[in-house]
């Protein structure tokens, strides 16, 4: 027997969500999969449903087919990228030309971008925005790869005909900074003090390190607000074909890594509000950022303000 009714409501869920992942992520079709659990589609179906559970044979036959351990089945201790590198039916390491085109960013946000899909939808659309844009986990591996504004700008427009809003967006951009706080990026910002400081190198210094789609340009700077402006880089611009790099989902997600700098250093995040886009028709894209010191952020509102 290769399932039993379920006993356990909390167990049957998360295992049948492991086994349905397994065989989304590896592109297994349904005719394998039910060989590989020796199971009709009906028995399959309770379990997906909760109504039954695998037995330690199924899970077993299961990892004996991944080269898995039975105990990280069960628990959903599985790197999923690495399967289906794996499983990958040939080559797909390269990016899609469309992406290697104009390939001046690098693909740290590109991956936490994808990443966050994950932590903040579930894998279904992480694993569905991937296909969509025909990339392959085995592309998506080197953070300090080259590659093109247009994935990030491809994946936005998809995630906003999906219904994400400005806010989802600056939740992304937010995301790199859980992404980078283990980093060579966090390095860079331990020998700050300041949140002053951590914007000054963060706009003259990393983003020439990490990007050179846009040109960043502190305007005014104080101890407490900035404002930056950017704008598309004239010949990135002219390689690509287009006048204006990114959407105005882009600019939000920018926005929320913005506001995220001061982190870095142990500080809460500033409050940045968007005062012009050229997605609006505006001559740059400029941002105002209050990073305020905690003891007078605790007087006012923190919610960052999004426009």
């Known amino acids: 027997m290769s399932l039993m009714f379920n006993s356990n409501q909390n167990r049957s869920p998360s295992v049948a969500n492991t086994l349905e992942r397994l065989r989304v992520t590896t592109n297994t079709t349904r005719t394998e999969w039910f060989d590989i659990l020796q199971l009709s589609w009906i028995d399959y179906q309770l379990i997906r449903l909760g109504r039954a559970v695998p037995t330690e044979t199924l899970i077993a036959r299961v990892a004996e087919h991944f080269n898995l351990n039975s105990r990280d089945v069960l628990a959903g201790n599985i790197n999923y990228s690495a399967l289906a590198m794996n499983f990958e039916k040939s080559d ?32 279904r659309l992480r694993l569905e925005a991937m296909r969509k844009l025909k990339i392959s986990e085995s592309a998506l591996q080197n953070p300090f790869a080259p590659i093109s504004m247009k994935f990030i700008t491809d994946l936005c427009e998809y995630l906003r005909l999906r219904q994400f809003q400005k806010a989802d967006f600056f939740a992304m951009g937010a995301y790199t900074f859980e992404a980078n706080k283990s980093t060579l990026i966090a390095k860079l910002f331990s020998e700050i003090t300041t949140a002053k400081e951590a914007y000054e190198f963060f706009f003259n210094d990393c983003m020439r390190l990490f990007e050179q789609n846009c040109t960043y340009k502190i305007k005014s700077v104080t101890s407490t607000n900035l404002v930056v402006e950017y704008l598309t880089n004239a010949d990135v611009a002219a390689e690509s074909g287009i006048r204006h790099l990114g959407n105005a989902s882009v600019c939000q997600l920018k926005c929320g890594l913005t506001a995220n700098v001061p982190r870095y250093i142990g500080h809460p995040p500033a409050k940045v509000k968007e005062v012009a886009c050229v997605h609006a028709g505006d001559d740059v894209c400029r941002l105002e950022v209050d990073f305020s010191p905690p003891q007078a952020l605790r007087r006012f509102p923190v919610n960052i303000s999004r426009v």
Not at 97 to 123: C, D, H, P, Q
């Open 92 to 123: 797909h390491s390269a990016l899609p030309e469309i992406y290697s085109k104009a390939a001046f960013g690098r693909m740290r946000t590109s991956i936490s971008s994808v990443n966050f899909l994950e932590k903040s939808e579930g894998w």
